[in-house]
């Protein structure tokens, strides 16, 4: 699921995802994807493209370079994926980094699943991340991981932006 709000820095699209969790082939199927959407989003907004004379529902809507990609990627920082989906794009598009890292440079990821159940794993680790676009890793003030609540089998990731 992909939104664009208006924030006190302008326009911010904000993704939502859940990665297969059997299949490796099909999860990074699933990040080859999301790279190449971020990487359109990305020429979207340096060329939107002509527009109708009307402005009816087939514009290109307005699309921004500054992204959040958010959500259950079904892999621990280890694997392959995870670097993948933060390699550079095509034509030096705004790329995806982890926020995490872009706060806590060496220190690795609180654990953000089976923290409290042991059902999936007996080690908890962390495969639910928050990516940020190269152009708002600068603007993460914070970034933690509520390990209080037993509200899911996953904890939540919360992040703050600076909007100056």
């Keep these: 699921v992909e939104a664009t709000l208006q924030s006190p820095m302008g326009a911010l699209r904000v993704t939502t995802t859940h990665l297969e969790y ?3 082939l099909q ?5 080859v994807r999301l790279r190449y959407l971020q990487d359109e989003a990305c020429h979207r907004a340096i060329d939107p493209g002509p527009a109708t004379a009307e402005g009816g529902p087939f514009d290109t809507p307005p699309q921004t370079t500054r992204a959040i990609l958010v959500g259950d990627f079904n892999f621990p920082v280890d694997d392959p994926a995870y670097t993948e989906l ?23 990821h609180t654990p953000t699943f089976c923290v409290h159940s042991k059902a ?5 680790y962390c495969c639910d991340f928050v ?21 899911s089998d996953h904890q939540p990731v919360i992040m703050e932006l600076d909007d100056r």
Excluded: C, M, N
Aim: charged content about 30%; proline content about 9%.
């Design 86 to 108: 933060q390699a550079p794009l095509p034509a030096g598009a705004q790329r995806y980094r982890d926020a995490w890292r872009a706060v806590h440079a060496g220190r690795p």
């Design 27 to 31: 999860r990074r199927a699933q990040v």
């Design 131 to 151: 990516f940020v676009s190269d152009d708002l890793a600068p603007r993460v003030r914070s970034i933690e991981v509520d390990l209080e609540t037993r509200a």
């Design 120 to 124: 999936y794993s007996k080690t908890p």
């Design 22 to 24: 059997y299949s490796e």
